[in-house]
Antibody, heavy 117, light 110 residues
Framework: QVQLVQSGGEVKKPGASVKVSCKAS????????MHWVRQAPGQRLEWMGW????????KYSQKFQGRVTITRDTSASTAYMELSSLRSEDTALYYC??????????WGLGTLVTVSS | QSALTQPASVSGSPGQSITISCTGT?????????VSWYQQHPDKAPKLMIY???NRPSGVSNRFSGSKSGNTASLTISGLQAEDEADYYC??????????FGGGTQLTVL
């Protein structure tokens, strides 16, 4: 079945970077665009960016431009999201999601990133 | 890109109908039929309920329906059930090839 399995939670210090992975199974990875969405505690969903897994092009939200990098490894059917210069406000659940015709039809369970000194 | 505007909360009794609005601009909601709605229960990942404004994925109850008029999309839930109590988010594709979510609406079933 279609599944997105994300890496485990991380605790980072302010100023550090974090890299979260999202392993896809049950569908042809390179047929889909993969997105990253985050949700701070008690807050709304916030779109971060996408990667076209076939052509390796990306698009990021202006809010995260310069701090976020989304990559993929087609041999491992895995997408990655790296966020740098972390601050306390980046403490959130980070979700990967598969796009199907401009819709997020499948979501990972989320990875909690905690930024604390 | 500012968040789409949703009411913070709505409520209804079992069996009643409720509607959640989602207001954007002509650069997102009004410009494309790519509005989707997601249900999120506490500590769970979002679940797709409506896509392309009006379409329901397989497995989603027909009590859920979507519509759009101008820059405002709406989600209607009829025959409210206790299990519908959750947060609901709208989402739209935008003119910049990005996506934007609404602020979220907490639905309480009284």
């Amino acid at each position: 079945q279609v599944q997105l399995v994300q890496s485990g939670g991380e605790v980072k210090k302010p100023g550090a970077s974090v890299k979260v992975s999202c392993k896809a199974s049950g569908f042809p990875f390179t047929n889909y665009v993969m997105h990253w969405v985050r949700q701070a505690p008690g807050q709304r969903l916030e779109w971060m960016g996408w990667i076209n897994t076939a052509y390796d092009n990306t698009k990021y939200s202006q809010k995260f431009q310069g701090r976020v990098t989304i990559t993929r490894d087609t041999s491992a059917s895995t997408a990655y999201m790296e966020l740098s210069s972390l601050r306390s406000e980046d403490t959130a659940l980070y979700y990967c999601a598969r796009e199907r015709s401009r819709t997020f039809d499948c979501w990972g369970l989320g990875t909690l990133v905690t930024v604390s000194s | 890109q500012s968040a789409l505007t949703q009411p913070a909360s709505v409520s209804g009794s079992p069996g009643q109908s409720i509607t959640i609005s989602c207001t954007g601009t002509s650069s997102d909601v009004g410009g494309y039929n790519y509005v989707s709605w997601y249900q999120q229960h506490p500590d769970k990942a979002p679940k797709l309920m409506i896509y392309d404004v009006t379409n329901r994925p397989s497995g989603v109850s027909n009590r859920f329906s979507g519509s759009k008029s101008g820059n405002t999309a709406s989600l209607t839930i009829s025959g409210l059930q206790a299990e519908d109590e959750a947060d609901y988010y709208c989402c739209s594709y935008t003119i910049s090839s990005t996506w934007v979510f609404g602020g979220g609406t907490q639905l309480t079933v009284l």
